[in-house]
């Protein structure tokens, strides 16, 4: 009863400039699909964050330029408005409670079929987990999980990480820690926008 949210919020997405304007004149926006994704297959937006999301494509840019690719050639945000609608919300603790029986059913699976458990991956620059197979894996079952049993799918998924270098000795914070939306359902989002600089002489509401 409490696991909709009914509220819009604002997400950000990093990309190349490009791509930016051409989603804002009405081009479809692609979903991520890739195996090692945070949560799961869908089109990802960082939630109120800006910064974050220009500084991935930033980042994002370089690595790529290091492997003599030129996916982003100026980096860019695009701002959406989005309509979380049946959330799969890690942020609410229903949802965390469910992950150690999904897990236990993904492990049953793999067993069955003699296959090696995913794992998540630590790069080697990096102590986070950035390749996360398994997490793809359990929300991907999950999602499906619900769909066979109440016969509703989640039209998005939502969760906080803690991401990056302390801030300070024995911080409790990390320097990108975030919240990350993942939508499933297209129609969650409901406009896209170019995000506007601050006018200086007012303040913002």
């Excluded at 302390?166 to 989002?189: D, L, S, T």
Aim: net charge neutral; charged share 25%.
């Amino acid at each position: 009863m409490y696991s909709k949210s009914h509220n819009l919020i604002i997400g950000f997405h990093g990309c190349d400039r490009s791509i930016r304007d051409a989603i804002v004149m009405g081009a479809p926006m692609k979903p991520s699909t890739n195996p090692y994704d945070w949560l799961g297959s869908g089109f990802y937006f960082w939630e109120n964050g800006l910064v974050r999301a220009m500084s991935f494509a930033c980042e994002k840019q370089l690595r790529d330029q290091k492997a003599g690719k030129d996916t982003i050639k100026e980096p860019a945000v695009l701002g959406a408005v989005i309509d979380l609608g049946h959330c799969l919300d890690f942020i609410n603790s229903t949802y965390l409670s469910l992950l150690g029986e999904v897990y236990a059913h993904l492990e049953a699976l793999y067993r069955n079929f003699n296959i090696a458990m995913p794992r998540n991956i630590v790069t080697e620059k990096s102590f986070d987990l950035l390749l996360r197979y398994l997490d793809y894996d359990v929300v991907e079952l999950m999602v499906n999980l619900q769909e066979k049993k109440c016969n509703e799918t989640f039209d998005s998924v939502r969760g906080v990480f803690w991401e990056g270098n302390e801030p300070y000795p024995n911080a409790g914070f990390r320097e990108k820690n975030h919240i990350q939306i993942c939508v499933r359902n297209p129609n969650c989002i409901k406009g896209f926008f170019i995000p506007r600089e601050t006018i200086a002489e007012h303040k913002i509401p």
